[in-house]
């Protein structure tokens, strides 16, 4: 958190007693903890035919979320450090629900900046991507939960503006895609040359056949 508190203002850091949320702040909370009740309810594979139709259908809603908390000016909290807290939830479990569930489309390529050097595209996993942004959805909740109504919206702001925006806009173009190669008639590719797939054994062709009915059998198509 240290990048983080450097941004802030000298803001008074006396202790303040829980605050009452306004209607924008009661709004993102329940984007928030909406986006992460569903997303671990698909973890749990139940219903596996709907996973990537409802994991757009989730991180969709969740980025305008995150667009609204970009569009406003910088919020401050109350205190000019941020309170501690218990240890975060592990995500490891979530992490490897995911990749199971998704195997094998979990892997994707990206470019981080749009408006940066030139990149090579990166190896991503969707189930990586995805329990990095829960983590840092529940570290907000977590002042939420505690009445810190202001350092809950700031930390989702900033964390929005740093990283999981970005995150989850990679995650969205990835699902996005699976989609439309889908509905549109047009072979996934295999990954790119030097991607790592962790050794699954699997070839490209075999790869590129098991997404191709995995997306095929989900969209009913």
């Not at 941004?7 to 928030?32: H, K, L, Y």
């Not at 996973?51 to 908390?69: C, F, K, N, P």
């Not at 489309?105 to 940066?116: L, M, Q």
């Not at 190669?181 to 490209?204: E, M, Q, Y």
Request: aromatic share 6%; glycine share 6%.
């Amino acid at each position: 958190m240290s990048d983080a508190t450097s941004t802030r203002s000298t803001a008074d850091a006396r202790p303040r007693g829980p605050q009452e949320p306004d209607d924008f702040a009661v709004q993102i909370a329940d984007s928030v903890q909406s986006f992460l009740l569903s997303v671990r309810e698909i973890a749990k594979g139940d219903e596996p035919g709907s996973a990537i139709s409802m994991l757009l259908l989730e991180v969709s809603q969740l980025l305008l979320t995150g667009g609204r908390l970009g569009a406003i000016e910088d919020i401050l909290p109350e205190d000019r450090y941020e309170p501690d807290t218990e240890p975060d939830e592990d995500t490891d479990e979530l992490r490897q629900q995911l990749a199971e569930l998704l195997a094998p489309i979990d892997v994707y390529h990206e470019v981080f900046d749009p408006y940066g050097q030139v990149e090579k595209p990166l190896p991503c996993r969707i189930s990586d991507d995805l329990a990095e942004v829960v983590s840092e959805l529940r570290h907000g909740l977590v002042h939420w939960r505690e009445g810190r109504v202001s350092e809950a919206l700031w930390w989702w702001q900033f964390s929005y503006l740093a990283n999981w925006g970005s995150t989850a806009t990679s995650v969205l173009r990835a699902l996005q895609s699976l989609v439309a190669h889908v509905r549109l008639d047009s072979p996934i590719s295999a990954p790119a040359d030097g991607t790592d797939t962790d050794n699954d054994g699997l070839t490209d062709e075999q790869l590129e056949q098991q997404a191709g009915d995995l997306m095929a059998s989900e969209l009913g198509t």
